[in-house]
């Protein structure tokens, strides 16, 4: 496993002491990981929606209403 040396603002280094002390996570290494898995992962979502998106403007218009699009988008992310 690669090891970083980081600086924190205080506010954030005062965040992750507060999640370590309330035993959500057993260090400040667990959390950061945790935290960086989570924006990879919403990275990945936007960069999906992105490209739905860029391909819905290049088919044209839909006869969908927004309630089915939004639905038919989250069972594609859900699924």
Do not use: C
């Not at 959390?31 to 992105?50: G, H, K, S, T, Y």
């Not at 998106?53 to 038919?72: C, D, N, P, R, V």
């Amino acid at each position: 496993m690669a090891r970083q040396s980081i600086s924190l603002t205080e506010p954030n280094d005062e965040w992750l002491k507060a999640q370590i002390e309330s035993k959500e996570y057993s260090s400040k290494s667990e959390l950061v990981n945790d935290l960086i898995r989570q924006a990879r992962m919403q990275q990945r979502e936007i960069d999906f929606l992105r490209l739905k998106l860029e391909k819905a403007e290049k088919s044209g218009f839909t006869s969908q209403s927004q309630k089915a699009i939004l639905a038919e988008s989250k069972s594609l992310l859900d699924g």
